[in-house]
């Protein structure tokens, strides 16, 4: 089992910037794919970004390239999303979660953590 809690959420104006992080725990996060996820009020789930197990390969949903970076540290069991030029409709709660499988479907997953808000205000 692995225990994800994220951290890092909170109001940013647009334009704005904040680091979210996930801190693994139970197991070694190195030996899972990891990814972010995000709820908005009223609307579905959906895939935000993904790195692979070593951090060498990431890969964006659409709506966010060029604007949130996911990066991971083996060394201290954690994952990051440097989320830069933020945007109203990035408002939502913010997953962490880790699986064996590198993809974009929240099936892909295994592990999840209980969310962070982020709120942009316009």
């Known amino acids: 089992q692995v225990q994800l809690v994220e951290s890092g959420g909170g109001l940013v104006q647009a334009g704005g910037s904040l680091r979210l992080s996930c801190a693994a725990s139970?197991?070694?996060?190195?030996?899972?794919?990891s990814a972010w996820f995000r709820q908005a009020p009223g609307k579905e789930r959906e895939f935000v970004a993904t790195?692979?197990?070593?951090?060498?390969?990431?890969y964006y949903a659409d709506s966010v390239q060029g604007r949130l970076t996911i990066s991971r540290d083996n060394n201290k069991n954690a994952v990051y999303l440097q989320m830069n030029n933020l945007k109203p409709e990035d408002t939502a709660v913010y997953y962490c979660?880790?699986?064996?499988?590198?993809?974009?479907?929240?099936?892909?997953?295994?592990?999840w953590g209980q969310g962070t808000q982020v709120t942009v205000s316009s």
């Open positions: 979660a880790a699986g064996g499988i590198w993809g974009t479907q929240g099936s892909d997953y295994d592990f």
């Open positions: 790195v692979s197990w070593t951090g060498s390969r990431t």
């Open positions: 139970g197991r070694s996060i190195k030996n899972y794919a």
